[in-house]
């Protein structure tokens, strides 16, 4: 049985930028709705979504992960349960916020009461934007020196979307920031107590009432905008009641038509409970959502599931943890129907059966381990063997595929080799259990050198890789510098023959093959197309010249990296009867495509990124006469209050470092963001650095 209704249930995302005060924020939440019982300060190392020690350490959130509170309205009423999703803050861990937004109905966004919005927070709100997440704002930390609500209020109308309505303002700032004016209600909100647990609602002090009615008015005119009977009430200056005002707030959020922006100061103990009210007021329960889009794997179809405990079960596995008590956890979203441990679910991205050992729910500080699970809610399950982040699991007799989460090509490599021989076992087993948890990280092994070969979405990614290998399965290693993972493809068709015969008395060995290689578009990948006629090649040795093409073009022809975004297609070639071999038309077809590809006018490729860097005006002359000495190209120079934006897209291999240059152009006032955007082929004497191994 259910314990918890559905429209009681919220699934959300803090989401900020980096110091924005969500480690804070979220530890405030967990504090007040009961599950923590001890306020831990970030900089002590006690806050506890903070999963892994280096998260401490280095103070910001990497990984996903799910917890599990309660809270009930300050105005009374009902019990929710508030599932949060744990999002990270780091441009390099960009497609961990992603895939967390893939999964939640609502989020928080965080923002600085004195940065206001800032360079990331715009990169998170159009992530969010993307999945179309209804949220709400929390402007923090109105406690600090220089803090300005309507600064940052004003930021986020300008900068992420005019629909932000304030549904309270602070009453005093910085060190004399001493509550909140409730609009909606008009009272005036303290919180006392230790640790501001204890609400006392008041009238408005006189001192703050003319300009609590100025911001109501606000509130109103926009709430009454998106809903025609209220605006003609609102023109007539007719009473608009708070219920009515709520309402269409609610509605209107979870279309994304309004974004209520609430304010506060975490690490004072202010606000944050209004903010929790905000949740279950605003944002939406699972089933106010459209039904589930995927597709039926049986039919190729279009398929849906409707919100429902009795609909056919599906979920989305988001994210694998490892546990070093209980081994590995998948959390997962249930989409439609209900789960029970013990029972079997297909995991219907890859066909497998899977067995549901044990299903936990994981609160603050314990876990809780239950028999059910029902539509909309979060939970992690124990022993599952085949699925990976991103997968669906679906009712074997209903599959269902959930629109995937599409993961980036991680762009940045380096070298890793095991210090001590003992380190070099379990530097194996570590990297393979850490790609699985994480899609943007892959393994490779050098061939020739016997050396691995990592690569992720960015220097600090795979910083954080090393660092979780150190601490969690105890190996250490030595690490290269950060390398560009650049691409290979050719700009012309052409053709050629790759022939390995070897007759040389007892059996012999024949291979013989036609190959032409044919540039595709950007990001194609790989194509291969058997055009043989009249069993010239009989049928049983084309994959083995697949085989050998494929591995070919993983070693690349120019400077050793991967060959892509080609066809390749055999058409003529020929065999033996007695000498012919699989072995032998693999080694054939590699041939071809080594001499085929050279014909072909190769080129190297390499990952340009997005760069976005916002400055003060005097320092924008040296920050874009920087980025064109990056090869970068300015896109666009816009104006943003008092500082200037710059786009440009500038190649990766240039960015290295770019932290500390930008510091010092800018004495630090300057930041940036940057995102992977596109693959373009190298002009030719970066192309010669390349080959030479000094770029
Ligand atoms: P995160 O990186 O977004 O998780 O941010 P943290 O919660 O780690 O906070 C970053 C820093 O800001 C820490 O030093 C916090 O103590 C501080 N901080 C968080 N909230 C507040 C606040 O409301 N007021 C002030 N003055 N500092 C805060």
């Known amino acids: ?9 919220r699934d959300i995302g803090i989401i900020a930028h980096i110091d924005a005060g969500k480690t804070t924020v979220t530890e405030r939440v967990l504090f007040y709705t009961g599950v923590s019982h001890k306020i831990g300060e970030v900089h002590e190392g006690e806050a506890i979504m903070d999963w892994m020690e280096q998260e401490r350490e280095r103070g910001i959130t990497i990984t996903a992960a799910a917890t599990t509170c309660f809270w009930k309205s300050t105005r009374g009423g009902e019990e929710y349960r508030i599932n949060i999703i744990d999002t990270p803050g780091h441009v390099d861990f960009t497609v961990e916020v992603e895939r967390s937004l893939r999964v939640l109905d609502g989020g928080v966004v965080v923002f600085d009461g004195v940065a206001g919005v800032e360079p990331q927070s715009e990169t998170v709100w159009r992530q969010a934007d ?23 209020f004003k930021s986020i109308l300008e900068r992420l979307t005019p629909n932000a309505v304030a549904v309270s ?14 609009l909606m209600r008009s009272k005036f909100i303290k919180f006392e107590g230790e640790h501001g647990e204890k609400l006392v609602v008041e009238e408005i002090p006189e001192s703050h009432r003319a300009e609590a009615a100025q911001w109501r ?18 023109l007539e200056g007719k009473e608009i009641s708070e219920a009515e005002l709520q309402k269409t707030l609610r509605e209107a959020t979870i279309l994304y038509k309004l974004v209520p922006v609430f304010c506060g100061s975490a690490l004072k103990n202010k606000g944050v409970q209004m903010m929790l009210d905000g949740v279950i007021d605003y944002l939406p329960s699972p089933i106010e959502l459209p ?11 279009d398929a849906t599931r409707e919100t429902r405990d009795t609909a056919p079960f599906s979920a989305l596995a988001f994210k694998l943890q490892t546990d070093p008590y209980i081994g590995q956890l998948t959390y997962f979203r249930i989409y439609s129907g209900t789960i029970k441990a013990g029972s079997y679910v297909l995991n219907s991205s890859n066909g497998e059966k899977e067995r549901v050992g044990r299903i936990v729910r994981m609160h603050a500080n314990h876990r809780e381990e239950v028999k059910e699970m029902y539509a909309g809610e979060i939970g992690a399950i124990v022993g599952l063997k085949s699925t990976r982040t991103g997968d669906t699991l679906s009712d074997p007799e209903n599959p269902i595929v959930l629109e995937k989460i599409t993961f980036p090509e991680p762009v940045v490599s380096l070298r890793i080799e095991p210090k001590t021989k003992a380190d070099q076992e379990k530097m194996g087993l570590a ?41 969690e399965f105890k190996v250490e290693a030595n690490v290269g510098r950060p390398q560009v993972a650049y691409k ?16 040389s008395g007892g059996r012999g060995q024949y291979g013989h093959v036609w190959l032409r290689i044919e540039p595709l578009e950007r990001g194609k990948g790989f194509e291969f197309e058997n055009k043989i006629r009249g069993g010239v090649v009989p049928q049983e040795f084309i994959p083995a010249v697949e085989k050998g093409v494929k591995e070919a073009t993983e070693r690349g022809i120019v400077a050793g990296y991967p060959l892509v975004d080609v066809k390749v297609t055999i058409y003529d070639g020929s065999y033996h009867e007695v000498d012919s071999s699989e072995a032998a038309f693999k080694i054939a077809g590699s041939l071809a495509l080594q001499e085929g590809a050279k014909r072909a006018k190769p080129v190297i490729l390499e990952p340009i990124m997005k760069v976005e860097v916002i400055t003060p005006d005097k320092f924008m002359g040296d920050v874009t006469g920087d980025l064109n000495s990056k090869r970068g190209r300015i896109e666009a120079i816009n104006d943003r209050l008092n500082l200037k934006v710059i786009d440009a897209k500038v190649p990766l291999s240039e960015m290295f470092g770019y932290v500390t240059t930008l510091r010092s152009i800018s004495e ?14 190298v002009p030719s004497n970066i192309a010669e650095l390349i080959k030479e191994g000094k770029k």
């Not at 220097?459 to 890789?465: C, N, R």
């Open 1 to 9: 049985m259910r314990d918890y209704p559905i429209e009681k249930t």
């Open 130 to 152: 993307k999945y179309k997440v209804p949220r709400i704002c929390f402007i923090n930390k109105l406690d600090r020196m220089g803090a300005s609500f309507e600064f940052s």
């Open 169 to 182: 303002i602070p009453v005093g700032l910085e060190a004399n920031f001493s509550g909140v004016i409730d």
């Open 217 to 234: 008015t606000k509130m109103v005119e926009k709430i009454a905008e998106v809903d025609d009977a209220l605006a003609e009430k609102f």
């Open 291 to 301: 039904p589930v889009k995927g597709n039926d794997p049986k039919t190729g179809g």
């Open 431 to 471: 990297l393979r259990r850490l790609s699985e948890e994480d899609p943007t990280f892959r393994i490779k092994g050098d061939e020739e050198t016997l050396e691995t070969i990592i690569s992720g979405m960015g220097e600090l990614h795979l910083e954080v890789i090393v660092d979780r290998m150190r601490r």
């Open 488 to 503: 290979e493809t050719v700009k012309n068709t052409a053709e050629a023959e790759g022939k390995y015969i070897r007759q």
């Open 668 to 681: 630090g006032r300057a930041s940036y963001t940057m995102e992977f955007d596109h693959y373009e082929e």
